[in-house]
């Protein structure tokens, strides 16, 4: 189970950090990641860590504003948000799925309920 939290509404230029508690299986395992959907548009990818926290996968829109990290410790994922602007205004889902002898196994992600991020201009 996936389970977001942080999630609220902030003027533009502002910053928060979502959370995302994974309980039943260890996050060490999983390649996990954050998602985003706005309305009218179709869930995007943002920000991706892989199973040993080493590399990272940003979306061009976000680089150097959103920061990904992982606490395999105590299966949390986290997601701060810096410098935010209008447009990432969204709700906002954690994703994880396993990785067996290093391939990803997309079709079995998993998928937290989501957290609203609305940013006002």
């Known amino acids: 189970q996936l389970v977001e939290s942080g999630g609220g509404s902030v003027q533009a230029g502002g910053s928060l950090r979502l959370s995302c508690t994974a309980s039943?299986?260890?996050?060490?395992?999983?390649?996990m990641g954050w998602f985003r959907q706005a309305p009218g548009k179709e869930r995007e990818a943002v920000a991706v860590i892989y199973t040993g926290g080493g590399s990272t996968f940003y979306a061009d829109s976000v680089k150097g504003r959103l920061t990904i990290s992982k606490d395999n410790a105590k299966n949390i994922l986290s997601l701060q948000m810096n410098s935010l602007k209008a447009e990432d205004t969204a709700v906002y889902y954690c994703?994880?799925?396993?990785?067996?002898?290093?391939?990803?196994?997309?079709?079995?992600?998993?998928w937290g309920q989501g957290t609203q991020v609305t940013v006002s201009s």
């Open positions: 994703a994880a799925e396993p990785v067996v002898g290093g391939r990803r196994l997309i079709p079995d992600r998993r």
């Open positions: 039943g299986y260890a996050s060490s395992r999983y390649c």
